[in-house]
């Protein structure tokens, strides 16, 4: 197995050290962790159960007086536990990460009340959460969703219109979904609202299939009703609370990334070191070597800019920028060091169900989804005017 020494970096504190090793010594304990099973939803739930047995969703969630095992989120541990289920099984990755995601804007922007019906059920395993921002129209520019949000004679709303992308879809318990409830034009016109599974009137139109298998989903909804209490945040501050729920998870996808590149390293080094050719092995060749000096070079340097914005946001700094460099800096490192994986296996590489096959498949969608590499570059650029501005102005 490659390297694990970047817990002992100035990010972490001998908890989370601890943590990692406790992580790692979980998932080789787990019988069949890395088998693939046919039937995706049935593994899905599978591995909420089994994460939240072992105590792990409550690293999912933020609040210890909702199940999780701090007050604040721990980024770093979230994304060292992420990196390590990426590592060997990704979608028990994929659960893990959902239920953070899902109930996330809860955590961060919820009541009370909001929290304690929804969050403790998802640290527990007992709800399953999910995250439904996207339209078939407003993917990247998620202010475009049409989405709609009316309220009625009593303040309540009744939705109608079409979510998809949705990870979770169809064996969800909940819903934090966003829609237009028309404050001002464009991000200040949206809400958030959490909708039950079992709300009439929404259901599943389409499970949609992709080539890493996840449980996705295209959503329906036909004047649906909601109490004003399922509102989530104040009405118009749905963009905000989107945006700010994935600035704090988009870290982790780059955590997930990390966990894939490693993966992908430790199968090249097992397989150049023993795979003969032309009297030799093929870690023997200079090609070889290179290549993998430059794998093992891209990981740590992603690692570095992912957990120095994990770090950051566990010290209650704005991160915006920072977290858009680790997502897309890892995930586009990812790739590469996949490719390159999958090119020294050879022919084995093409094989279905192969590791590194899995990883190329897997590593894919990490460059689309929570804001494309090309969403990234905006951000970041956006980020670095903006700090420009505010520089000259004090100037």
């Keep these: 197995m490659s390297d694990n020494s970047h817990s002992e970096w100035p ?76 590592r060997h099984c990704a979608l028990a990755e994929f659960a893990f990460a959902m239920q953070g995601l899902g109930s996330g804007a809860i955590a961060l922007f919820g009541t009370d009340t909001q929290k304690q019906r929804y969050l403790p059920a998802v640290a527990k395993g007992e709800s399953i959460a999910a995250f439904a921002l996207s339209e078939v129209d407003a993917g990247s520019d998620a202010a475009a969703l049409q989405c709609l949000a009316q309220q009625d004679e009593v303040g309540n709303y009744i939705l109608n219109g079409e979510k998809t992308w949705v990870s979770n879809g169809g064996i969800a318990d909940f819903y934090v979904l966003f829609a237009r409830t028309g404050e001002a034009p464009g991000a200040k016109g949206i809400s958030a609202f959490i909708v039950d599974a079992d709300t009439p009137g929404l259901s599943i139109a389409e499970r949609i299939n992709v080539m890493a298998p996840h449980p996705l989903a295209r959503l329906t909804l036909r004047n649906c009703h909601l109490s004003s209490t399922q509102r989530l945040g104040e009405a118009g501050q749905g963009f905000k609370i989107a945006m700010a729920t994935l600035d704090v998870f988009r870290i982790s996808v780059a955590a ?72 897309m800096a890892a995930t586009e490192i ?12 050879g022919g084995l590489g093409l094989v279905s169900g192969q590791p590194v096959e899995c990883l190329y498949r897997e590593i894919r969608a990490l460059r689309i989804y929570e804001g494309a590499t090309e969403v990234q570059q905006l951000i970041i650029a956006r980020e670095l005017l903006r700090e420009r501005l505010l520089q000259k102005e004090k100037e």
């Design 11 to 86: 990010f972490f504190n001998p908890q989370h050290q601890a943590l990692e090793q406790k992580i790692h010594t979980w998932v080789h304990s787990v019988q069949q962790f890395t088998a693939v099973e046919e039937n995706v939803d049935t593994t899905c739930r599978h591995w909420v159960q089994q994460l939240a047995q072992a105590g792990w969703l409550h690293y999912a969630v933020a609040g210890a007086t909702y199940g999780g095992n701090t007050n604040a989120m721990d980024m770093r541990a979230f994304c060292l536990i992420r990196e390590t289920l990426a």
């Design 256 to 327: 997930a990334a990390l966990g894939f590149a490693r993966r992908a390293l430790d199968e090249a080094l097992a397989r150049v070191a023993t795979r003969q050719m032309f009297g030799r092995t093929l870690a023997d060749f200079q090609l070889t070597q290179a290549k993998l000096a430059d794998m093992a070079t891209g990981i740590d340097s992603a690692a570095l800019l992912t957990y120095r914005a994990a770090w950051l946001l566990d010290q209650g700094k704005s991160i915006t920028k920072e977290a858009a460099m680790a997502k």
């Design 334 to 345: 990812a790739q590469q060091v996949i490719d390159a994986a999958l090119q020294m296996m």
